[in-house]
Nanobody, 126 residues
Framework: QVQLVESGGGSVQAGGSLRLSCALS??????????MGWFRQAPGKEREEVAS???????RFADSVKGRFTISKDNAKNTLYLQMNSLKPENTAMYYC??????????????????WGQGTQVTVSP
C-alpha cells in the first residue's frame, strides 16, 4: 500500500515563502517511477493542479504560479517538494500531493491519480 504524507504547510505573510514536502512510502516503492503532482483546494472551489513532475523530470505549472513555484523530486529520499515563493493571499488553500505510476506524461485529469495525501494547509495573509 502506497502512502503519501505532506508536510511544510503553515501561515505566512504575502511575499513570503514555504516549502512543502510529500513523502512516499510503501513496500517496493520509489518516486522514480511515478508522476507526482501538487494540487490545492480553496474553500468553495474545485481542486486544481498546481504543478506536476513526471518520471523523466518534465514539469508543468499552473499559469498562476509560473515563475514563483518550483516542483522537484528526490528519488533517493522518495520525496516530492514544492517551493513556493512570493506567496499571495489567493494561494491560501489546502495543498495535496498525488501520485500515479506511469511511463507517460502526467495526466491532466485529477481522477487519474491513484494515490493522494491528506493535505497540508497553507494560509497567506495580506
Amino acid at each position: 500500500q502506497v502512502q503519501l504524507v505532506e508536510s511544510g504547510g503553515g501561515s505566512v505573510q504575502a511575499g513570503g515563502s514555504l516549502r512543502l514536502s510529500c513523502a512516499l512510502s510503501g513496500s517496493a516503492t520509489s518516486t522514480s517511477g511515478y508522476c507526482m503532482g501538487w494540487f490545492r483546494q480553496a474553500p468553495g472551489k474545485e481542486r486544481e493542479e498546481v504543478a506536476s513532475i513526471d518520471r523523466f523530470g518534465n514539469t508543468r505549472f499552473a499559469d498562476s504560479v509560473k515563475g514563483r513555484f518550483t516542483i522537484s523530486k528526490d528519488n533517493a529520499k522518495n520525496t516530492l517538494y514544492l517551493q513556493m515563493n512570493s506567496l499571495k493571499p489567493e494561494n491560501t488553500a489546502m495543498y495535496y500531493c498525488a501520485a500515479r505510476y506511469t511511463s507517460f506524461a502526467c495526466p491532466t485529469d485529477l481522477k487519474l491519480y491513484t494515490y493522494w495525501g491528506q493535505g497540508t494547509q497553507v494560509t497567506v495573509s495580506p
